[in-house]
């Protein structure tokens, strides 16, 4: 490949004034074997209640860290948020009503396990208006769901899913593959669909987690084989593949996770809960620690050096089959792709067809998407020192 250019043609305009709220719910009625998401198993129902009205407390003390910025959207994760209850999702919501948030104008997602799903839980959600559900599926495989820890058997998504679809159209289902043996991943989605068909659907790659100890047998060496099918099947139900492990139908991208992928900001709250500010360059994080939550305590700021925030970008922004702004780019970091990264090995990554790069654009094809870590090495392994450009 012959003569890229980076030169700055016209600078997009982000708006820097939209944000997004991360709310984490840290409870589960069990830990899963494969999760890495910091959550405490329940111990007594009087937690919700309390821990709640600390996360409202904590909402209102940082609010004015949104600087005024537009909501976008509403995530309501953990954990297991559906194990809330109605009157804890009040006074959630009642608190965004009270600071002038319509909640019909922006995506307000809640993720449910399905043995929490009822009818009068589902119409009480809406009502309260949550418009999209994240359903932690995970495998539709009796064997899968045992091996996982999983609680859910293939009969409570079964109830589950024909719950949903009454109440809620726009919908996500959560897949893990790369975990259990002898799966077929095709035949698990043509059941699902045969029952509820989502508007996005998340296919992750199992990987051991590093604060519990998992099974070694967990492991399926077939993960690519499976991804394959999981992608192949996903494109013929006329869904696009936008992100390295989501697909959508088209428009129902995930709001919430692009801002992440677009390094954009947003305010986390809860136990575990990371936020970033893109203006003030700052990322900050509770710790993954109940007691200090509930005791105000734990809230720690960091601000990242310009090569990790360059890092980042590219680990987020090539997450997006999209790829990155060049313009975007350079207008966020005030000096050009070039003054980072050598062209030339973007060049070899182009030749051999996991990047595709112009005058707007570096972007992972989809064999690139496949093997993402192999290219954010390549290109961090040639990242160049600062000085002078």
Not at 41 to 69: F, M
Not at 77 to 87: Q, W, Y
Not at 244 to 260: A, L, R, T
Request: charged content about 30%; some cysteine.
């Amino acid at each position: 490949m012959k003569n890229i250019k980076t030169g700055r043609k016209k600078i997009s305009k982000v708006n820097k004034k939209r944000s997004g709220i991360y709310i984490h719910i840290p409870f589960c009625r069990k830990k899963c074997f494969y999760c890495d998401f910091y959550s405490e198993e329940i111990s007594s129902k009087n937690n919700l209640s309390e821990y709640t009205d600390k996360v409202v407390y904590q909402l209102g003390k940082r609010w004015n860290e949104l600087n005024s910025a537009e909501i976008i959207s509403i995530y309501i994760g953990g954990g297991s948020p559906s194990l809330l209850g109605i009157k804890n999702v009040k006074k959630i919501t009642q608190f965004f009503k009270e600071k002038g948030i319509v909640f019909k104008d922006i995506e307000f997602t809640m993720e449910v396990n399905p043995q929490d799903v009822a009818g009068e839980i589902l119409e009480a959600l809406k009502s309260e208006g949550i418009n999209r559900l994240s359903i932690g599926i995970q495998a539709f495989d009796e064997k899968t769901l045992f091996e996982m820890g999983r609680m859910s058997q293939t009969l409570d998504i079964e109830k589950a899913l024909s719950l949903i679809k009454e109440y809620f159209t726009n919908f996500s289902i959560d897949i893990i593959y790369g975990i259990g043996k002898e799966r077929d991943l095709e035949k698990e989605l043509c059941s699902i669909f045969s029952m509820a068909i989502p508007l996005h659907v998340s296919a992750y790659a199992y990987s051991p987690p590093e604060r519990v100890s998992a099974p070694e047998q967990l492991v399926d060496e077939d993960a690519e084989f499976q991804q394959n099918r999981i992608r192949d099947f996903l494109v013929r139900k006329g869904f696009e593949r936008y992100e390295v492990s989501n697909y959508s139908v088209k428009g129902k991208e995930s709001v919430h996770n692009k801002i992440y992928w677009n390094y954009g900001s947003w305010l986390g709250i809860g136990a575990g809960a990371h936020s970033f500010s893109r203006n003030k360059r700052e990322y900050s994080f509770y710790s993954d620690d109940l007691g200090d939550f509930m005791k105000d305590q734990g809230l720690s700021r960091y601000y990242p050096t310009v090569e990790e925030q360059v890092k980042e970008f590219l680990l987020m922004g090539l997450r997006l089959a999209k790829g990155i702004s060049l313009h975007e780019f350079e207008d966020f970091f005030q000096k050009s792709f070039r003054c980072f990264f050598d062209i030339k090995s973007i060049e070899t990554l182009v030749k051999e067809r996991f990047c595709k790069m112009n005058e707007e654009s570096l972007k992972c094809t989809d064999k690139g998407l496949d093997f993402l870590n192999y290219v954010l090495i390549k290109l961090f392994e040639n990242m160049k020192e600062q000085s002078g450009c």
